[in-house]
């Protein structure tokens, strides 16, 4: 539990994205129809749903890997496991997971994460993604600033959370001290450990409680402590 006067020292908050700054079931329900309609008029198509299943299971299996080159190893995973051609996996990938939901992410945002965003740069509070998949394309459509973004697959971390290598990166390049840092995110088994790794305070989104007025109430209360 964060002591209040944390809170007025706080100089850097890492967040993670996909369930943390969006409603993760919301979009995945849009997509769902998406796919089904796109693909009931292609069944010879099939087996790209097997592809994208096979994908997300293939790294969520891998929590805590390191790699030596993950944004190609992501795909030969599944390659393999399908024996598919490599090719094939990175389109529909591409299509599917890291383009397509990307038009709908503003309409499935928490309200209050853009109040956030803008009052923690008006308080000279730095920010930063962290995620183990590349959000930079998903930030420019929520229209999210931040100093640096950082991915799980990018070539100075090549590790799935809950290794932090990506916090540790992000507060070497910021030059900003543990004990001044906040990651908030959805997943305790990964965002709250990778945290706990790093030797940094951790907040978790409250889904189960009222998720609409988390970031509301947590913008009032980082405003109250810097004025």
């Known amino acids: 539990m964060m002591k209040e006067d944390f809170w007025k020292n706080v100089k850097l ?30 069944p010879w198509k099939y087996n790209e749903l097997l592809i994208i299943r096979s994908f997300r299971r293939e790294r969520e299996k891998r929590a805590g ?9 992501q795909y ?19 299509k599917w ?3 397509l939901p ?11 994460v853009r109040e956030l965003f803008d009052n923690l740069r ?24 931040t100093d640096l973004q950082v991915c799980s697959t990018d070539s100075d971390v ?21 004990n001044d840092c906040l990651f908030i995110g959805d997943r305790i088994e990964l965002d709250g450990i990778c945290a706990t790794n790093a030797g940094v305070e951790f907040l978790l989104v409250d889904k189960k409680g009222n998720a609409r007025d988390f970031f509301h109430k947590l913008s009032s209360k980082i405003t109250s402590f810097v004025k």
Request: aromatic letters at 10%; a positive charge; one cysteine or more.
């Open 13 to 42: 908050i890492i967040f993670d994205v996909d369930g943390t700054l969006y409603n993760q079931k919301a979009l995945r329900k849009v997509m769902l129809r998406k796919l089904l309609r796109y693909y009931l008029l292609r």
């Open 65 to 73: 890997f390191i790699g030596e080159d993950l944004s190609n190893e």
């Open 76 to 94: 030969i995973w599944c390659s393999n496991q399908l024996d598919v051609d490599l090719d094939l996996v990175k389109e529909v990938i591409n």
């Open 97 to 99: 997971i890291f383009t």
């Open 102 to 112: 990307n038009r709908y992410l503003k309409s499935c945002m928490y309200p209050g």
């Open 122 to 145: 008006h308080a000279g509070i730095q920010t930063a993604i962290y995620s183990d998949y590349d959000s930079r394309d998903k930030l420019k459509e929520m229209q999210l600033e």
């Open 158 to 178: 090549n590790a799935f959370k809950p290794e932090p290598k990506g916090i540790q990166l992000i507060l070497n390049k910021l030059n900003i001290r543990k």
